[in-house]
């Protein structure tokens, strides 16, 4: 089968660094994605990991281990907006349609 | 730039009424839209893939005669909730993804309320 697990909440500080982990198992796999959703809007896109490895976008930074099926987000220098409902998504080829994690709702506080 | 729009943001429709949906990729081309449904707090729930020129490719368990999908141009695609019933109400979300790239960029959803 297919499955994508993320724990289902976080809690972290104002100004710490959190790291939210995905792990997947697919019957095929092209890459990993990442959205972020606040509450009651659509997801935005933060990140698309196709090789291992690390790769950062100014606080955002994604990894992925292929061999491992895992990835994480990694939040720096959090802010009271990053509150908010982070999906894991794997794109397993199957026409192209992503495998969506539940979420991981994060919340940080001042 | 990928910029994806919906229109209504917000519909309130009477029960068996059909309302329509419509998902525009605004400086992009898209031959591969996506058509999923959110129910409050929950993860987003893939309802049909729409591809231009062709029929779309629902998931199990969505009625393709009543969540009615027309992808006619690369630019554009439609869903039609016939007959809404209460049940139908939820957030639906469409997403388009840049022809020739992997990523999907959504829309900022419409909620739709069946009285």
């Known amino acids: 089968g297919q499955n994508i697990d993320q724990p289902t909440e976080m809690t972290a500080t104002e100004g710490a660094i959190v790291q939210i982990n995905c792990t997947y198992q697919t019957s095929g796999f092209n890459g990993l994605f990442w959205y972020q959703q606040h509450a009651g809007e659509a997801p935005t896109f933060l990140s698309y990991?196709?090789l291992d490895g690390l790769e950062e976008k100014g606080r955002f930074s994604s990894f992925l281990s292929r061999s491992k099926g895992y990835s994480y987000l990694l939040l720096k220098e959090l802010q009271m907006k990053d509150s908010a409902s982070y999906l894991c998504?794997?794109?397993?080829?199957?026409?192209?349609?992503?495998?969506w994690g539940l979420g991981t709702s994060l919340a940080v506080n001042p | 730039g990928a910029v994806v729009s919906q229109h209504p943001s917000r519909v309130i429709c009477k029960s068996g009424t059909s309302v329509k949906i419509e998902c525009r990729s605004l400086?992009?081309?898209?031959?591969?839209m996506f058509w999923y449904r959110q129910f409050p707090k929950k993860s987003l729930m893939l309802m049909a893939t729409s591809n231009e020129g062709s029929k779309a490719t629902y998931e199990q368990g969505v009625e393709k005669d009543k969540f009615l999908i027309n992808h006619a141009s690369l630019t554009l695609s439609t869903l039609t909730v016939t007959s809404a019933h209460p049940e139908d109400s939820s957030f639906y979300i469409c997403s388009a993804r840049p022809t020739g790239t992997d990523t999907q960029y959504f829309g900022p959803g419409t909620r739709l309320t069946v009285l």
């Open positions: 990991n196709v």
């Open positions: 998504a794997a794109d397993a080829g199957n026409n192209r349609k992503l495998i």
């Open positions: 400086d992009f081309q898209a031959t591969t």
